[in-house]
């Protein structure tokens, strides 16, 4: 069992920027696949970004690619999303996940979540 610690959700201006950080909350044993999925109010849960376990390959999806980046930290298993350029429709609880290498929302471990508004 992983449990998952998201922090850095708040308030930002359009155009303005807010850096994500998803971290275990015991040490983990082995490295998982990482990834960052966000649910806006009355839509399902949507995947946002993902890199895996190797570090060796990230992805996006098309509507942040160019806008948001996805990275490891020094300890295991700690990714952050750096979000630039926000725009109103980035407004939503953002789900770290890990333990999902397809990410395909339906498997490995979740956080609570933390809210994003992004205001025009």
């Known amino acids: 069992q992983v449990q998952l610690v998201e922090s850095g959700g708040g308030l930002a201006q359009s155009g303005g920027s807010l850096r994500l950080s998803c971290a275990p909350s015991a040490r983990t044993s082995i490295p998982y696949s990482m990834g960052w999925f966000r649910q806006a109010p009355g839509m399902e849960r949507e995947f946002v970004a993902g890199?895996?376990?190797?570090?060796?390959?990230?992805v996006y999806a098309d509507s942040v690619k160019g806008r948001f980046t996805l990275s490891r930290g020094n300890v295991q298993n700690t990714v952050y999303l750096q979000m630039n350029s926000l725009k109103p429709e980035d407004t939503a609880v953002y789900f770290c996940n890990a333990g999902d290498s397809t990410w395909s929302g339906k498997a490995g471990y979740w956080g609570q979540g933390t809210q994003v508004t992004v205001s025009s």
């Open positions: 890199i895996l376990w190797n570090g060796r390959n990230t």
